[in-house]
């Protein structure tokens, strides 16, 4: 399923002269940056059945990578004279192309799907719908505008550069324990496609995605305590997420995981904002 992502510049080998090979820590890692980003990687050989969940750990990694990039994006735009809003524009538009929007695009669909439909059949009906509705309009310009917004106010692009790695690392470590947690509420479509990730692979995820976090926000300047602070209000969105996804449409879907990642890395950058005052 990720397969389809790559193209040519990297290639990744499954295969040699003895036949397939189980999947290294380099192909685990590709996996995640095909489905987490753009970055074209070429695969040569057969996909490996387990590949999707075994990528799960490295989402965190990842996701502190992507964060790394933004950081870039803003310093650099900075650094030419361009106020903190408008770097803070560039950061969030590069991040957007990066990922090719995957999750903010979750997030439209869960919100026109739970806003709109009337049942769990309609719900999940309206979320595969390519089209964007009311809902999702509204939800996509509510999380640009608080990003954008929060990175703004944030405005040292040193602070910006270990915020934005802290919330993508954090909200992508999440993901997995949360695909984990909760069934799949169709039988086909991304989650559904990938599998279950087993629990010490889950845990893993988490434990990363919190670690590289907590090192992020360890090396800003607040008071003591904050940073857990920081972690439990990026968690309670994705928390009442999923009680929603489970009894709304019976569990969790691609769009769902998308949607949880906004939720997370939003509440990280504004609790940090709040807490910076």
């Not at 361009?82 to 997030?107: C, F, Q």
């Not at 009311?134 to 915020?163: E, N, Q």
């Not at 940073?227 to 209000?233: A, D, G, K, M, T």
């Amino acid at each position: 399923m990720l397969a389809a992502a790559g193209v040519i510049p990297y290639t990744v080998a499954m295969t040699d002269a003895t036949g397939p090979r189980p999947p290294s820590a380099i192909a685990e890692f590709a996996a995640a940056v095909m489905f987490l980003t753009r970055i074209p990687i070429g695969w040569r050989g057969e996909w490996p059945a387990d590949l999707d969940q075994r990528a799960l750990a490295w989402f965190p990694i990842v996701g502190a990578l992507i964060g790394g990039v933004g950081g870039a994006l803003y310093w650099a735009a900075a650094s030419v004279g361009l106020p903190p809003w408008l770097a803070a524009l560039a950061a969030v538009g590069g991040l957007a192309w990066l990922t090719g929007a995957l999750h903010e695009d979750g997030l439209a669909d869960v919100a026109d799907g739970f806003g709109g439909g009337r049942d769990k059949a309609r719900k999940l009906e309206i979320m595969k719908d390519s089209r964007v509705g009311t809902y999702g309009a509204l939800a996509l310009l509510l999380a640009v505008t608080a990003k954008i917004g929060a990175l703004a106010s944030l405005a040292d692009p040193r602070t910006v550069a270990l915020a934005l790695i802290g919330a993508h690392a954090f909200s992508r470590g999440v993901l997995p324990a949360l695909k984990a947690a909760l069934p799949d509420a169709r039988t086909d479509g991304v989650s559904a496609t990938q599998g279950r990730p087993n629990s010490a692979r889950a845990v893993v995820a988490a434990v990363i995605g919190l670690t590289l976090g907590a090192t992020a926000l360890g090396e800003i300047a607040m008071p003591a305590f904050s940073p857990l602070v920081v972690v439990l209000v990026s968690l309670l969105p994705v928390l009442l997420l999923a009680r929603m996804a489970r009894r709304q449409i019976g569990g969790i879907t691609g769009d769902v995981l998308g949607a949880a990642q906004q939720l997370a890395e939003i509440g990280f950058l504004l609790a940090l904002v709040a807490i910076l005052g």
